[in-house]
């Protein structure tokens, strides 16, 4: 079975800090992806990333950057000069074939808070 | 490009009711699943559709069903409801291009409330 471990329930910081949302996955198959997913109040589920499992080649999108490391099944997603619009809930998924391709299995998310 | 719609975005019900919640997925694509979101149990899958065939079940009593149309758009279905029904439920699709892994893409939800 799959499993994903987001620790952080609550993150508070103040507009520009930066910050890190942590992310550690189990999972059994050999092939797997890992996803992030933004959920403002409107409850929409906005896709974020979407990583293989062979492919640990670190991202950066804009103000939004991935630590992807096997070593340590983690996946972790930064937002560099946090703004108030990134309040959001945060979660991290991962998918694989044991659990039938298209299902994702979700964390319990991470609310992020950005105050001015 | 139009992403994926659900409808309606609001009801209450009342327990012993049922309710069907509809989906159309971004076009093209032709997988459908189906997830329930609560506070106490998180993001969970219910199902997934794929060719009017259901591919994928979660942990779910009989009571939830879903089905998929020739269009691929998509209804699923709670019976006898309970309070412990009351949920978003999300609908995502995705572009299945038959491997694993395809980028979800969700609507932005039916949110459920049983009284």
Redesign the interface.
């Known amino acids: 079975a799959q499993k994903v471990t987001q620790a952080q329930t609550e993150i508070s910081v103040v507009e520009k800090e930066d910050v890190t949302l942590d992310c550690v996955y189990e999972t059994r198959d050999t092939?797997?992806?890992l996803?992030w997913?933004k959920q403002p109040p409107?409850?929409?589920?906005?896709?974020l990333i979407?990583r293989?499992s062979f492919d640990e080649q670190n991202e950066i999108s804009g103000r939004y950057s991935w630590n992807f490391q096997k070593s340590t099944s983690s996946f972790n997603f930064t937002i560099t000069a946090s703004q108030v619009v990134d309040s959001a809930v945060y979660?991290c998924?991962t998918?694989?074939?044991t659990g039938?391709?298209?299902?994702?299995?979700?964390?319990?998310?991470t609310q992020l808070k950005v105050e001015l | 490009k139009a992403g994926v719609t659900q409808t309606p975005r609001y009801l209450i019900k009342t327990r012993g009711q049922q309710v069907t919640l509809s989906c159309s997925p971004i076009s093209g694509h032709r997988?459908v699943?189906w997830?329930q979101q609560t506070p106490g149990q998180?993001?969970q899958?219910l199902f997934?559709y794929?060719s009017e065939t259901q591919?994928?079940k979660?942990n779910f009593p009989g009571r939830f069903s879903g089905r998929q149309f020739s269009n691929s758009r998509s209804e699923m279905n709670v019976s006898t409801l309970e309070l412990g029904d009351s949920a978003?439920y999300?609908c995502?699709s995705?572009l299945?291009t038959g491997?694993?892994?395809?980028?979800?893409?969700?609507?932005?939800?039916s949110?459920l409330t049983v009284v």
């Open positions: 092939t797997y992806y996803f997913y409107s409850g929409e589920l906005v896709f979407r293989n979660f998924a998918s694989g074939l039938g391709g298209n299902k994702l299995t979700f964390g319990t998310g | 997988s699943s997830y998180g993001l899958f997934e794929f591919r994928n979660g978003l999300l995502a995705s299945d491997t694993a892994g395809n980028t979800i893409y969700f609507g932005e939800g949110w």
